[in-house]
């Protein structure tokens, strides 16, 4: 019965996510409670973490090496390797974090004028957040080859049909 209701609630939330963005009048949206569409959201990205690899990764770091699950890097790739390209990329998570959470940076203008049109006295890093994730590209394409070797990128990341996997290590 789960298997049923799990496959008409997938059907549906497209269209419910459709509705959810079509504006109508005041009159409906009073009517309805605006807990509504935040527990819809809420439920797709509870049922989207066991698809994502980094979660699983995550996961990785609390499960004995005998009870890994049968995927294809998990048994090929050294743990200290998945655990190491999981810090790394936790860490561009809570870069990405701080930025959008729109801290405020002192800009030691103080009582002395200027600063910028921000009264001298912080900077908004939330404006740098396109910057920020921008730059996470080059991160990917040009430092990440130096911390790890291509084929455990193609495997840990998830490349499919670029690397051998078979070829890796044990």
């Not at 740098?128 to 080859?145: A, D, G, H, N, T």
């Amino acid at each position: 019965m789960s298997l049923t209701i799990s496959k008409l609630t997938d059907q549906l939330q497209p269209l419910i996510a459709l509705l959810t963005n079509i504006p109508l009048p005041a009159l409906t949206l009073t009517l309805s409670a605006v807990s509504l569409p935040g527990g819809f959201l809420l439920y797709m990205g509870w049922t989207s973490l066991e698809s994502n690899a980094m979660f699983e990764r995550i996961l990785l770091l609390f499960t004995q090496r005998e009870n890994y699950p049968p995927s294809s890097y998990v048994r090929r790739v050294p743990a200290a390797v998945t655990h190491a390209f999981t810090a790394v990329q936790v860490a561009c998570f809570v870069v990405l974090w701080v930025v959008k959470s729109n801290a405020f940076l002192p800009t030691g203008g103080g009582d002395r004028g200027g600063g910028g049109g921000y009264g001298g006295e912080a900077f908004p890093i939330g404006l740098l957040f396109p910057v920020v994730l921008v730059s996470m590209i080059p991160f990917k394409l040009f430092v990440l080859p130096l911390i790890f070797s291509h084929p455990v990128l193609g495997a840990v990341a998830g490349a499919s049909g670029d690397v051998d996997v078979d070829v890796l290590f044990y």
